[in-house]
């Protein structure tokens, strides 16, 4: 005798609504801090509370549905419990059976990825928003420039200006690096060895050189 049973998978629609809840958590906050910063969200407890509570909400609390999602996905269910940390896998000194405290570990690791990939989103725009206002005024570059001494015929403005935004752009993909070489008679510095230097020189020193 063959029997059919039937299996509802229901894991995506709760972890879509697990990302959907967080996103409106993060834009709710933004909304009512205008100005805070992405470290600033990353210290504040009470949103990994919040994040603890999306999760809670969007576990299932019928045995069936558990047994349903054990079935099909017992894996990364186990490993999201075994992260946690919570001990063996098992029902004692737990509210509930450990296979659905497994389910809320890995919901819970997909709202704090969630919110790292939003607080990260958030850094980005942060960053090319900082860019544009520093490109938006060429007449202050021009100043810098001008100011500057020795003459150098073969680096114009528009080199200068170019090697600004390039450094700019490099400065937001963290692919800068500065070298120091400490020496009695001063100290030497080098950024991304010799491409920046007359960028830096005339910034820092007012020197063509």
Known sequence: MKRTIKIHDTLDERTQNVRDEVKNLFDDYLSDHPNVTAEKIEEDDSLFDSLQEIASLRTPLF?????????????????????????????KCLPCSWQAVAIHCYLEQIARDAFGDLIEQLKEKKNKINIQKSMQSKKLLRAVFDKSKNENLYYSFDSFFLDARAFLKDVQNHS???????????????????????????CYNGKKS
């Open 63 to 91: 045995t069936q549905e558990i047994n349903d999602l054990f079935y099909l996905y017992d894996e990364i269910f186990n490993t999201a419990f075994d992260n946690a940390g919570l001990g063996s896998r098992d029902d």
């Open 176 to 202: 800068t690096f500065c070298t120091i070489n400490p020496a009695r008679s001063g100290m030497s510095r080098r950024f991304n060895f010799d491409r920046y230097n007359m960028l830096l020189n005339i």
